[in-house]
């Protein structure tokens, strides 16, 4: 977990190690949408793309915006790190609006929107690797970067527009700009900017990863057993199921999810939410 001044910000710092036959094989695994996210090869081969495209090499450090659709990835004998960013975290140290790198990722070297993040680089010691180490590093480099950042002026509308997408009585775009007291086009460019996504498609997806969350800690439930109370059968499920992980849910049962049932476990154990998304900040 990172330091109390970077709760607001980051989510956690996350390793995966594959430990794979020597000679070659690879881990294969579809993560679910997320928020913004570094990662940072610390040795090994990787291979990702989002939502139907094709899957492309990744760089040492990657950077990825908002996502509204699954990230298909492959990963050889090696470990990665991430560390999440939190809506609040993009707007204090990243150079962009959060929807200019909706749905897509890149390499973080090469756009200065992320020139103040691409140090964290170096923290990662791929000859001599420690965890326990490099999570420090991480979290000291952030908290210098914290202090040398202005505030976004906006960061106490980004909380609390935040705390209405973890508030699950919240359903819909008039509800969530009435208590932000807010207009509905005023919360969408908030939205846009900081999100990534208009705040509609936001509530949707909010909504379906609080039911895949249940399905990742326990693959033994039906389906039907993880639905959030704002569906109103399974057709309206599966057709969101569709849209955010292209497949149906029963193809993606049938997957093996090596990487997202660990980290499913992990991340519960650890801030008491199985996913990125339903992190509270």
């Known amino acids: 977990m990172p330091s109390p001044p970077l709760a607001p910000y980051i989510t956690t710092y996350y390793l995966v190690e594959a430990r794979l036959p020597y000679g070659g094989g690879m881990v294969e ?22 939502g139907a495209a094709p899957l492309t ?3 040492r450090m990657i950077a990825s915006g908002p996502t509204s659709l699954c990230t298909h990835f492959t990963m050889g004998h090696g470990r990665c790190w991430g560390i999440g960013l939190l809506p609040a975290g993009w707007a204090r140290f990243i150079d962009a609006p959060a929807d200019a790198h909706s749905d897509s990722f890149c390499d973080a070297f090469s756009t200065k929107d992320f020139a103040a993040l691409t140090g964290l680089a170096a923290c990662v010691d791929a000859n001599r690797p420690d965890a326990a180490a490099e999570a420090a590093r991480f979290d000291a480099y ?3 970067l914290l202090g040398q950042r202005p505030q976004s002026p906006a960061e106490q509308r980004i909380q609390q527009a935040h705390a209405m997408l973890m508030n699950k009585d919240v359903a819909t775009v008039g509800e969530m700009s009435e ?8 919360l969408e460019r908030l939205s846009l900017r900081a999100f990534g996504f208009a705040p509609k498609l936001l509530l949707r997806r909010q909504r379906f990863m609080r039911s895949l969350a249940q399905f990742m800690l326990d693959p033994s439930l039906a389906w039907i057993r993880t639905l959030d109370c704002h569906y109103v059968d399974q057709a309206h499920f599966v057709r969101d199921f569709k849209r955010f992980m292209t497949m149906s849910p029963s193809a993606y049962a049938a997957l093996d999810h090596p990487v997202l049932r660990a980290a499913a476990r992990a991340r519960a154990a650890a801030t008491g939410q199985a996913v990125q998304v339903l992190h509270r900040p």
């Open 29 to 50: 695994d579809w993560l679910h949408p997320e928020w913004g996210n570094l990662r940072i090869s610390g040795g090994g081969q990787w291979q990702a793309a989002i």
């Open 142 to 144: 952030l908290c210098d």
């Open 57 to 59: 090499d990744g760089p």
């Open 179 to 186: 208590q932000l007291a807010m207009s509905p086009r005023s």
